[in-house]
């Protein structure tokens, strides 16, 4: 089993940064990959990022140049840098993984982003 603990989220204007953590309860390097979905109100749960064991990752289209997804295996702790916020940004993220075919979530951080 994975325990995904998130933090970081918070109120920003727009324009401005943010920084979520997501810290896991075991080592993540044995974890294929993991990943920063987020969830609008009435929206369906959309995958943001995704980080993998090989250190590649990729991005939603609509936060390409604007968001980093990192990792720290010694921390065993994904990253997700926010910069340029804009207010369709707002939602609560959640961190993502899998193991042994069964996905694991945090319980979600908020974010909200002001015009």
């Known amino acids: 089993q994975v325990q995904l603990v998130e933090s970081g989220g918070g109120l920003v204007q727009a324009g401005g940064s943010l920084m979520l953590s997501c810290e896991a309860s075991?080592?993540?390097?044995?974890?294929?990959?993991m990943a920063w979905y987020r969830q609008a109100p009435g929206k369906q749960r959309e995958l943001v990022s995704t980080?993998?064991?090989?250190?590649?990752?990729n991005y939603d289209d609509s936060v390409k140049g604007r968001f980093t997804i990192s990792r720290d295996n010694a921390k065993n702790t994904v990253y997700l840098q926010m910069n340029s916020l804009k207010p369709e940004d707002t939602a609560v993220y959640y961190c993502n993984t899998a193991l042994d075919w069964v996905d694991y979530w945090g319980q979600g951080t908020q974010v909200t982003v002001s015009s």
């Open positions: 980080i993998f064991n090989s250190g590649s990752s």
């Open positions: 075991r080592s993540i390097f044995s974890l294929n990959h």
